[in-house]
């Protein structure tokens, strides 16, 4: 079973494009978790999905920022005409239910020229 | 909104010794609480993960324990070495108040020095 797979890796973009960032939960995860993570900060959540159901979006921007978990294919993050501030690196991670144990994806480096 | 404050936010410490790290959570009505490591530019890596109704799990060197009404849990290092050093962060799962998503600590960096 592998773990959750995230890619690219890295990603460079520049400002105003479009970035998208894949995320392949774990077999038999159906919860996916997205955060971001800013150099010398914290992990800041963004947005948690079910298949084809966003549950929790609180944490992620109104605009710009939009995230799926289509019922086949991985979860998509969606960033519409980056910006310097959203140079970061992205994690993913998926669960069976909020009861067990999360596994987390090695993270999208997303920078921004 | 579910806050987790972790203590101390650094930690260096000489081989050999036992180290506890701290997280304290606001919302005591959490479904777990999960340690991790991150490693300089790495994902993250799953410790231990302690359900709402255990008291501790254990895993080699590492035990983590959970106080629910106190809104506490420490990580317990035994014998630490220069490969634990690394980034240590818990995270715990609340209910509908807290979103049901994975509210993490900022982390405590610990350095352990050969």
């Known amino acids: 079973n592998a773990g959750v797979m995230q890619n690219p890796r890295h990603l460079v973009r520049r400002r105003g494009q479009e970035a998208r960032l894949r995320c392949s939960p774990m077999k038999g995860h159906s919860h996916v978790y997205w955060y971001r993570q800013l150099p010398e900060e914290g992990l800041k959540f963004m947005v948690y999905?079910?298949?084809?159901?966003?549950?929790?979006e609180s944490g992620m921007p109104k605009e710009r920022f939009s995230a799926e978990f289509p019922k086949e294919g991985p979860s998509i993050l969606r960033i519409q005409q980056v910006v310097r501030g959203d140079s970061a690196a992205y994690f993913c991670a998926s669960s069976p239910d909020i009861y067990t144990e999360a596994f987390f994806g090695q993270g999208t480096r997303l920078t921004v020229v | 909104k579910q806050e987790v404050t972790q203590i101390p936010a650094a930690l260096s410490v000489p081989e050999g010794e036992n180290l506890v790290l701290n997280c304290s959570f606001t919302d005591s009505a959490i479904y777990n609480l999960q340690w991790f490591r991150q490693d300089p530019g790495k994902g993250l890596t799953s410790l231990l993960l302690?359900?709402?109704?255990?008291r501790e799990q254990t895993s080699g060197r590492l035990n983590a324990s959970l106080d629910k009404s106190s809104g506490r849990s420490t990580l317990y290092i035994a014998a630490s070495q220069p490969g634990d050093s690394a980034t240590y962060l818990c995270a715990v799962i609340a209910g509908s108040n807290s979103g049901y998503a994975l509210n993490f600590g900022k982390g405590t960096s610990l350095l352990v020095t050969p």
């Open positions: 999905l079910q298949k084809e159901n966003i549950i929790d």
């Open positions: 302690i359900q709402s109704s255990q």
